[in-house]
């Protein structure tokens, strides 16, 4: 089984519609990250959590909003969606005193 | 700003030539992580980096940090098909930061 584990995996909405991706894993890391990726752009942060009370803001926040869960789950939602959120997202997980992180399947978003 | 620039963006080469990818970075981090995405799907850590002259190889790929020039190289030896994909470099933003920032990305392809 996947260590990390991303639902859905591709998605269509509308404009103004609530979405929320999901993030689980197995690998009983502390942190845990979104990111988004879009062509050519590389991947950009959106929000990162080092345990269940500690939730940070990334590079691209706005228009995101998150839940840490536990320490397995954390949860990304756009609260109303819009065209330029369409983009590949990312979770992410890591531990430990360096920074290397490994990454979930990946999440399709199409908003219309 | 913290950038991290990698060039070539685009790299088309033929299988059994060798090639240098380079990552540039202006923050003053001492650790660098590589990754790979195949087409469509997740990003996989290849290499992690944690000092000035450290150098890491798997296979055909070997990678190097200098901390000093603030750059990192990954060299490929003997190409073959299988390595086409595109590959990032990261940087923590800054030291116990455990945030990184991604290069856009050099998209390899191996040209039988």
């Known amino acids: 089984d996947a260590d990390v584990t991303q639902t859905p995996r591709n998605r269509i909405t509308k404009t103004g519609k609530r979405i929320m991706l999901e993030c689980s894993q197995t690998?009983?890391?502390?942190?845990m990250y979104w990111y988004r990726q879009d062509p050519g752009l590389g991947l950009r942060l959106i929000y990162y959590?080092?345990?269940?009370?500690?939730?940070n803001k990334g590079e691209i926040s706005d228009g995101y909003s998150v839940s840490r869960q536990a320490q397995a789950k954390f949860s990304l939602s756009l609260e109303s969606a819009i065209p330029n959120q369409t983009a590949l997202y990312f979770c992410?997980?890591?531990?430990?005193?360096?920074?290397?992180?490994?990454f979930g399947p990946g999440t399709r978003l199409t908003v219309l | 700003e913290l950038k991290v620039e990698q060039n070539p963006l685009f790299l088309s080469m033929q299988e059994g030539k060798n090639y240098t990818i380079y990552c540039n970075y202006s923050?003053?981090?001492?650790?660098l992580y590589w990754y790979r995405q195949d087409p469509g799907k997740s990003l996989e850590s290849l290499f992690v980096?944690?000092?000035?002259?450290a150098v890491k190889q798997e296979g055909r790929l070997m990678a190097s940090l200098d901390t000093k020039a603030r750059l990192s190289t990954l060299h490929i030896t003997a190409a073959v098909h299988d390595l086409s994909a595109t590959y990032f470099c990261?940087?923590?933003?800054?030291?116990?930061?455990?945030?990184?920032?991604f290069g856009k990305g050099t998209k390899l392809s191996v040209i039988p």
């Open positions: 980096l944690l000092s000035n002259g």
């Open positions: 690998k009983g890391h502390d942190r």
């Open positions: 990261a940087v923590d933003v800054r030291a116990g930061s455990y945030q990184l920032t």
């Open positions: 923050t003053t981090s001492d650790r």
């Open positions: 992410a997980t890591a531990d430990g005193s360096y920074n290397e992180q490994f």
């Open positions: 959590s080092f345990d269940v009370k500690d939730i």
